[in-house]
């Protein structure tokens, strides 16, 4: 997504400076390096979580043995 992203205002660069808008063209430019310098920051952020210990989930029962277990309002027998 962040690949389409980064050839659209790329292509919306080109197209202003074709086109005389140079103010668009600019502001295409601007998106172009936000998006560009923003996968960059995401992928390190994502690279330091799954190295992370919080990653990591603990295995869990399933809600239905955890309502057993309390024997919720839920669960109860009305028979």
């Not at 310098?37 to 979580?49: C, E, K, L, P």
């Not at 990591?56 to 043995?65: G, K, L, V």
Request: aromatic share 12%.
């Amino acid at each position: 997504m962040m690949q389409a992203l980064r050839w659209g205002f790329l292509g919306l660069f080109l197209y202003g400076l074709w086109a005389g808008m140079l103010g668009g063209a600019l502001l295409a430019l601007l998106m172009w390096a936000l998006i560009c310098y923003a996968t960059g920051v995401f992928a390190a952020q994502d690279a330091a979580y799954n190295s992370s210990k919080a990653a990591a989930r603990p295995i869990t029962t399933p809600t239905s043995d955890a309502l057993d277990k309390h024997e919720c309002e839920c669960m109860a027998d009305r028979f």
